[in-house]
């Protein structure tokens, strides 16, 4: 018998697949969106569904474009992001739940 779930994550994980987090990226990193997904290993005191939303509401959206612009000094927190032709502040915490396939410079000149 299919397990549905397993097929489901298995198509994600596909998605996912050279893709890193937005809290991993470094200034100066562009790239798009390729999921949001909220889990609960954040500890942000909003459960995953309001943080997925909230970040939705920022424009972190599948297919958008985004570039790193700006880290915070201390521990590199918070980030400054342009999302589209939109500039947010994020905390890296909720980064961590926002997945980008970077470009490479390589990439930029075909």
């Known amino acids: 018998m299919h397990d549905?779930?397993?097929?489901?994550?298995?198509?994600?994980?596909?998605?996912?697949?050279?893709?890193?987090?937005?809290?991993?990226?470094?200034?100066?990193?562009?790239g798009v969106i390729v999921e949001v997904r909220a889990d609960q290993?954040?500890?942000?005191?909003?459960?995953?569904?309001?943080?997925?939303?909230?970040?939705?509401?920022?424009?972190?959206?599948?297919g958008a474009r985004v570039e790193l612009l700006h880290q915070g000094l201390i521990k590199g927190d918070p980030i400054a992001v342009r999302v589209d032709d939109m500039r947010v502040a994020l905390r890296r915490r909720d980064a961590q739940h926002v997945w980008v396939r970077i470009e490479r410079p390589e990439d930029a000149a075909r």
Request: hydrophobic letters at 40%; charged letters at 25%; glycine letters at 16%.
């Open 4 to 30: 549905m779930a397993a097929e489901a994550r298995g198509g994600a994980d596909a998605v996912l697949a050279g893709s890193v987090s937005l809290s991993t990226v470094q200034p100066g990193d562009r």
């Open 41 to 62: 290993s954040g500890g942000h005191g909003v459960d995953e569904s309001e943080l997925e939303r909230r970040l939705l509401e920022f424009g972190f959206v599948e």
